[in-house]
């Protein structure tokens, strides 16, 4: 992803212009909010939506993946939510199941790890991890698993090789944002990478039942979050959770921007862990962080991506951010229920804003980005469309299985640990014609980089 997370999106306002000359052919997609059957039919037409981007039933396209400018990262994303439609909306339908398993499945790479060794130019710790919270989504789901390797297996193998990168040669410990040495923001430490670390550590405790080594990481996680100061309660109450640091600066140069996804995946995983554990250190650090969330990503109750949005300045990866938040949104409200009357407002005056924003493009149903515009704001892409699906899912999200609900029992402890996943610590091996490539790789990214910095002092 994530290379260029940070990057503006010169290419919204052409976007924009292109699809301004198509004419609306349905005023937007209906939904009575309260209603599952209504829910799952306004969900229907922004999942068929999804599909438009499916690069893995075209001729030649790569089973699993998304079109471009959409990361591989973006399809781990996709997948989580679409896990959730399938189970909640339509579960007999083995067309969309099969698509769901073949695409998730195909991208476990050669290690079943998800670190396939195709995605090492451009993949991080949040990419592995964003793909950890789709494979956990079909484990808690009781989603169709595969013979040889579990969900929850998988996951387990996600966490195992994310967790063997801890990494205190600076800041005393952390993940680094990204996996391989030659990937722009290797030297970097940041919220997302860590917090997905967190996030698996909880659900894999409250899944498997076994806190011997998820409970310990997930307060690793989060003690180092706050010792460099990434998480932050200002006087006033107000909690925070930044971007990140430089290792070059021992972390102290922390970036103050806050992303949604970042919210949600710390409180849910909070959640999992007070649910699990019974904790009230999880249940305050979750009741704090809803708290920050609903009034710093939402406006009159709507969801708003409100580092970028409101400039218009949300790269490709920031315009699906808001698909995870509202997933954890949904999770929290399920495994803290005292939290349901406070968050459910925020997620029914979004959803339906969202579903009338899904009024666009030249099948008169393709979803925007600002929702609380009257219509179709002209922007469209994947993550317009998973944001609308995940935060219609929200409101009808079931209970996370695990092992003593009825989940699956299939779990290896050590997946991801053995000897041949050298790729854990960043010892893939490249041919060299690779490393060239990911020389130049990485100079054009340093210099879209530094061509975009301005955008980071707005
Ligand atoms: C089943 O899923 C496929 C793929 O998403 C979709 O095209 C089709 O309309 C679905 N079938 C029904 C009956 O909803
Ligand atoms: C890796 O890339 C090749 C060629 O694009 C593709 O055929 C293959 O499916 C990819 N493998 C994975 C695991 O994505
Ligand atoms: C680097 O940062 C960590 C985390 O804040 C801190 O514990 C450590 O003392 C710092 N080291 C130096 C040399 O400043
Ligand atoms: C834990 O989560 C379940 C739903 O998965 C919920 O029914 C239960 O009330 C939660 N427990 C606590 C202590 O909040
Ligand atoms: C999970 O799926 C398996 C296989 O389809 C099924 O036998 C089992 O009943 C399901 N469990 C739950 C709790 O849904
Ligand atoms: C795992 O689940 C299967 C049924 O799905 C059951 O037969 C088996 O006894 C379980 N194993 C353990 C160790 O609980
Ligand atoms: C719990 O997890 C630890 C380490 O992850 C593992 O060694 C142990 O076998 C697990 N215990 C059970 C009962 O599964």
Known sequence: ????????????????????????????????????????????????????????????????????????????????????????????????????????????????????????????????????MGIMQAAERNFTNPEDHSWISLTQAIFNTMNARWDTSHCNGGLRWQIFTWNSGYNYKNSIANGCLFHLAARLARYTGNSTVYLDVAEKVWDWMDEVGFLTEEDNGNFRIFDGANVETNCTDVTQLRWSYTYGIFMAGCAYLYNFTGDTKWQTRANEIVEASLSYFFQNKIMTETTCAPFNKCNNDQRSFRSLFARCLGLTTLLMPETESVIAPYLEASSAAAAQSCSGGSDGVTCGENWAANGWDGVYGLGEQTSALEVLMSLIVQEPLSVKTGGSNKTDFDAGTKAKDAINKNEIVVTGKDRAGAAVLTAVVLAVILGGAIWMIF
């Open 1 to 132: 992803m994530v290379s260029f997370k940070r990057i503006p999106n010169i290419c919204i306002t052409t976007y924009i212009s292109v699809f301004l000359t198509f004419t609306s052919l349905v005023s937007a997609v209906p939904l009575t909010v309260g209603d599952k059957d209504s829910t799952c039919a306004a969900a229907k037409v922004v999942a068929d939506g999804i599909w438009n981007y499916y690069e893995g039933l075209k001729y030649g396209g790569v089973v699993g993946m998304f079109a471009p400018p959409n990361y591989w990262w973006n399809a781990g994303e996709a997948f989580g939510g679409l896990v959730d439609y399938y189970t909640f909306c339509d579960p007999n339908n083995d067309t969309l199941k099969d698509l769901i398993f073949n695409g998730m499945y195909h991208q476990a790479g050669e290690n079943y790890n998800y670190v396939p060794s195709n995605q090492s130019m451009t993949e991080g710790n949040d990419d592995q991890g964003v793909w950890g």
